[in-house]
């Protein structure tokens, strides 16, 4: 996740820096392929964020959550 996350960002950077032309093609109004990438950026940041967090929830709790009950037993 983080790689696609890097290579998505890397992707942004490199296109507003050598592709002007393709990042300026307006969409709707004033609205371009630029800002629309600009806003994907937040929109799979957030995912990617909800998507850990519910892996951690299900996941990683559960495991800390036995290893804190095993230490607290072992220094009773």
């Known amino acids: 996740m983080t790689?696609?996350?890097?290579?998505?960002y890397l992707l942004y950077v490199v296109l507003s820096g050598w592709a002007r032309d393709?990042?300026?093609i307006q969409v709707?109004?004033?609205i371009n392929i630029?800002?629309?990438?600009?806003?994907?950026q937040f929109v799979?940041?957030?995912l990617?964020?909800?998507a850990y967090s519910r892996h951690a929830e299900k996941k990683?709790?559960?495991l800390a959550d036995k290893?804190?009950?095993e230490v607290e037993e072992q220094t009773k």
């Open 3 to 8: 790689v696609a996350f890097l290579v998505w």
């Open 22 to 24: 393709f990042m300026g």
């Open 28 to 30: 709707l109004g004033n």
């Open 34 to 40: 630029g800002l629309i990438l600009g806003l994907l």
């Open 44 to 46: 799979s940041t957030f």
């Open 48 to 50: 990617i964020a909800l």
């Open 60 to 62: 990683l709790d559960p």
């Open 67 to 69: 290893l804190r009950h």
